[in-house]
Nanobody, 123 residues
Framework: QVQLVESGGGLVQAGGSLRLSCAAS????????MYWFRQAPGKERELVAG????????YYGDSVKGRFAISRNNAKNTVYLQMSSLKPEDTAVYYC????????????????WGQGTQVTVSS
């Protein structure tokens, strides 16, 4: 059974940092692109960051550029999201997803999703 399990969320003050992890199991994801999304109440799901299979290519949404960093450890089947200089508007449920399609393709498939981890940033 394929599973993605996010962890590392929590409550942090504005300006603080958190590191999210997404551990995959059930098969190897070393050939997949992996992404972090977030969704705040009443808002649409937003692509936050992405990383290609090798880690050589990354993508960041405009709202998090310069503050968040995505990385992966294929040996551990895990992707990370280091979040710094957090703002109250970063408050959301954060999800990881995998995609066997090409990195940042216009037709993503996002075959697997995690259950999400809550990040709350207080002002």
């Amino acid at each position: 059974q394929v599973q993605l399990v996010e962890s590392g969320g929590g409550l942090v003050q504005a300006g603080g940092s958190l590191r999210l992890s997404c551990a995959a199991s059930g098969r190897t994801f070393s050939s997949d692109a992996m992404y972090w999304f977030r969704q705040a109440p009443g808002k649409e799901r937003e692509l936050v960051a992405g990383i290609n299979w090798s880690g050589e290519r990354t993508y960041y949404g405009d709202s998090v550029k310069g503050r968040f960093a995505i990385s992966r450890n294929n040996a551990k089947n895990t992707v990370y999201l280091q979040m710094s200089s957090l703002k109250p508007e970063d408050t959301a449920v954060y999800y990881c997803a995998t995609d066997q399609a090409s990195f940042l393709t216009v037709t993503p498939r996002y075959e697997y999703w995690g259950q999400g981890t809550q990040v709350t940033v207080s002002s």
